[in-house]
T-cell receptor, first 117, second 117 residues
Framework: AQKITQTQPGMFVQEKEAVTLDCTYDTSDPSYGLFWYKQPSSGEMIFLIY??????QNATEGRYSLNFQKARKSANLVISASQLGDSAMYFC??????????????FGQGTTLQVKP | AAGVIQSPRHLIKEKRETATLKCYPI?????VYWYQQGPGQDPQFLISFYEKMQSDKGSIPDRFSAQQFSDYHSELNMSSLELGDSALYFCASSLSPSAGGWPDTQYFGPGTRLTVL
């Protein structure tokens, strides 16, 4: 069975500093995708970044980067130069790429990030 | 760019009533997913459709049903509502790899907040 674990219920970061949100996963599938989503207090779910299990390089999208360590089964999100608008809940999610893949996402418990001015 | 549209955004129902949630995916997207997010919880997969056929089923109560129509919009029908059904219901859409979507990132709608009294 697939599982995503986010061990940090809440995190604080000073504005303009970098922060790392942890995510570990468990799957027996050789092919899978890892996603990070941001959920502000308004409730919408915003896609941030994607990493495929066969991707050789870590994904980057603007201020977001994904520290992918396949052997450790971790996919940590790094946010550089934090902004007040980054305050939100962050979810790590995974979908399988096996032959029976239907693409459904399995989510972690989420990490609440608060950016201090 | 066009996003996923969900209606209504808010819905208040009494116990034992019925509710219908609607989802309009991003144009060209061929796959629709429904998720339920309880208060303080991570989203849980309910059901998905690929090319108007049900492709997967998760923790969806028998009281709920869903379908995808010829124009690709989807509806989630909920009957005999219970207090525990109060949640944020997300619809997400993606373009399948077979149709050229890679990664098949799921883009979420703003959600329908259902309150059962």
């Amino acid at each position: 069975a697939q599982k995503i674990t986010q061990t940090q219920p809440g995190m604080f970061v000073q504005e303009k500093e970098a922060v790392t949100l942890d995510c570990t996963y468990d799957t027996s599938d050789p092919s899978y995708g890892l996603f990070w989503y941001k959920q502000p207090s308004s409730g919408e779910m915003i896609f941030l970044i994607y990493q495929g299990s066969y991707d050789q390089q870590n994904a980057t999208e603007g201020r977001y980067s994904l520290n992918f360590q396949k052997a450790r089964k971790s996919a940590n999100l790094v946010i550089s130069a934090s902004q007040l608008g980054d305050s939100a809940m962050y979810f790590c999610a995974m979908s399988s790429r096996d032959s029976s893949n239907t693409g459904k996402l399995i989510f972690g418990q989420g990490t609440t990030l608060q950016v201090k001015p | 760019a066009a996003g996923v549209i969900q209606s209504p955004r808010h819905l208040i129902k009494e116990k034992r009533e019925t509710a219908t949630l609607k989802c309009y995916p991003i144009p060209r997207h061929d796959t629709v997913y429904w998720y339920q997010q309880g208060p303080g919880q991570d989203p849980q997969f309910l059901i998905s459709f690929y090319e108007k056929m049900q492709s997967d089923k998760g923790s969806i109560p028998d009281r709920f049903s869903a379908q995808q129509f010829s124009d690709y919009h989807s509806e989630l029908n909920m009957s005999s509502l219970e207090l525990g059904d109060s949640a944020l219901y997300f619809c997400a859409s993606s373009l399948s790899p077979s149709a050229g979507g890679w990664p098949d990132t799921q883009y979420f709608g703003p959600g329908t907040r259902l309150t059962v009294l």
